[in-house]
């Protein structure tokens, strides 16, 4: 189960990383640094923290070369429509949603505690798009304040899963429940627009986020 999650988390978050560089009119290598970077950066991360070896995406080379076909498969497509950011929302959250159960998984394999588990699900559904947007000089977006709720929406899920694997009888739903849950918060949470409380000291920032193009 958890080999399919992984896959299709690749997938829809190269998708994900390859409209994001479309949107921001990078050359080829741009498009599949972007969309490598969401599609292995949480992931390699969460190996790191967990000291697993080789690499997920080692592991499998066949992931770098499906990312590298979507990349390549982006430049002959037909035009669409302008995009937007809400044009991506979908991708996104699917990547976010199989991503985080996903890491969430491997980290309960490694024997992690139930938290912690949870903690490297999020990190692995969400540090690619934090490294993506890096490397594209955007401030993360699951950083700015305007942001509505993304690494919650992770977590929360990762947590659900996490505490269903300690129940032998609910190994066979728990995956489904898991991704479920963090597609419908992320949607609900753009559509409703269900934002973190902010830190403020009263003073305005002297830098804001540049539009994006």
């Known amino acids: 189960m958890l080999q399919i999650v992984e896959f299709l988390a690749v997938v829809f978050s190269a998708l994900y990383g390859v409209l994001l560089a479309r949107r921001l009119k990078l050359d080829f290598v741009g498009v599949y ?46 035009k669409l429509p302008e995009q937007t950011e809400r044009s991506l929302n979908i991708p996104d959250a699917i990547g976010l949603a199989f991503f985080s159960i996903a890491g969430a998984g491997a980290a309960l394999a490694e024997g992690a505690p139930l938290f912690i588990a949870a903690m490297m699900g999020a990190v692995t559904g969400t540090f690619g798009g934090v490294m993506a947007d890096t490397i594209c000089n955007r ?73 994006d193009p």
């Open 33 to 78: 640094s972007v969309a490598f970077m969401v599609a292995f950066g949480g992931g390699t991360l969460r190996d790191l923290f967990l000291d697993r070896h080789p690499l997920f995406w080692i592991a499998a080379p066949h992931y770098p070369v499906i990312v590298f076909a979507m990349a390549v498969a982006a430049f002959f497509l037909p």
């Open 139 to 211: 401030i993360p977006s699951i950083f700015r304040p305007s942001t509505p709720m993304y690494a919650t929406c992770s977590f929360t899920g990762a947590l659900l899963y996490a505490g269903l694997k300690q129940f032998p009888a609910a190994n066979g739903f728990a995956a489904p429940i898991g991704v479920t849950l963090i597609i419908a918060f992320r949607l609900a949470a753009l559509r409703y627009d269900w934002k973190l409380p902010a830190y403020s000291d009263g003073v305005e920032d002297e830098a804001s986020e540049p539009a």
